[in-house]
């Protein structure tokens, strides 16, 4: 079945460094892929997608591209602040499957001053 | 605020004891999912309604069930509760039930099973 691996927290990074945070996945057909942001107490916010093979997602200063190649939709931002602190969650769906996503493990980043 | 409701925030329960979760969709959202967060599991789907049919079924297990009503607000019902039931529970929504579309996740409800 399709799944989601991403690295494990969690992340320390000093404000304005640089965010990478590794997903790949397995997927029979061709899915959809999504990073989402937990903050402390809420729900799964959609942080951003992409559809296709070599779409671009970006919000908020984060980006991804989804690599058919490598299997692998990798989040990076430039410049990290204290407020980005939160769990990140790689996803998928199989749209020919119905619109259910299959979450990565997650990964906690953590923003000092 | 993501437009989605769930009722209640925090349940404490025993185990053996049976609990009804609520989810309120968006407005105009038809299809309605069921996730579980867990330490073990981490975030898993458990079912998906759309216009009050059942969908997709994931990891649901038997002692669980749901279900969407005419108004298009669902029900997560779990019975027999157990320790490792304890966990977070979302519901998520989105307008249709196939292809890339949004989903948008209310903020939980939190389940103690003691």
């Known amino acids: 079945g399709d799944s989601v691996t991403q690295m494990e927290g969690p992340v320390t990074l000093s404000e304005e460094a640089f965010l990478t945070i590794n997903c790949t996945y397995t997927?029979?057909?061709?899915?959809?892929l999504f990073w989402y942001v937990q903050y402390p107490g809420e729900g799964l916010q959609l942080l951003l997608k992409a559809t296709k093979a070599d779409d671009k997602g970006s919000n908020k200063g984060f980006e991804a591209t989804y690599r058919k190649e490598t299997t692998s939709f990798h989040l990076e931002k430039g410049s990290v602040q204290v407020s980005d602190s939160a769990v990140y969650f790689c996803?998928?769906?199989?749209?020919?499957?119905?619109?259910?996503?299959?979450f990565g493990g997650g990964t906690r980043l953590m923003v000092k001053p | 605020d993501s437009g989605v409701t769930q009722t209640p925030k925090h349940l404490i329960t025993a185990t053996g004891q049976r609990v009804t979760l609520r989810c309120s969709p968006r407005?105009?959202?038809?299809?309605v999912y069921w996730y579980q967060q867990s330490l073990d599991q981490g975030l898993q789907f458990l079912i998906q309604y759309y216009n009050g049919e059942e969908r997709a079924k994931g990891n649901i297990l038997e002692r669980f069930s749901a279900q969407q009503f005419p108004d298009l607000h669902s029900e997560l019902n779990l019975s027999s509760l157990e320790l490792g039931d304890s966990a977070l529970y979302f519901c998520?929504?989105?307008?249709?039930?196939?292809?890339?579309?949004?989903?948008?996740f209310g903020p939980g409800t939190r389940l103690t099973v003691t």
């Open positions: 996803a998928l769906s199989d749209w020919n499957a119905g619109n259910m996503l299959t």
């Open positions: 997927a029979t057909g061709y899915p959809s």
């Open positions: 407005s105009g959202d038809l299809s």
């Open positions: 998520a929504s989105s307008v249709g039930a196939d292809g890339a579309y949004e989903q948008y």
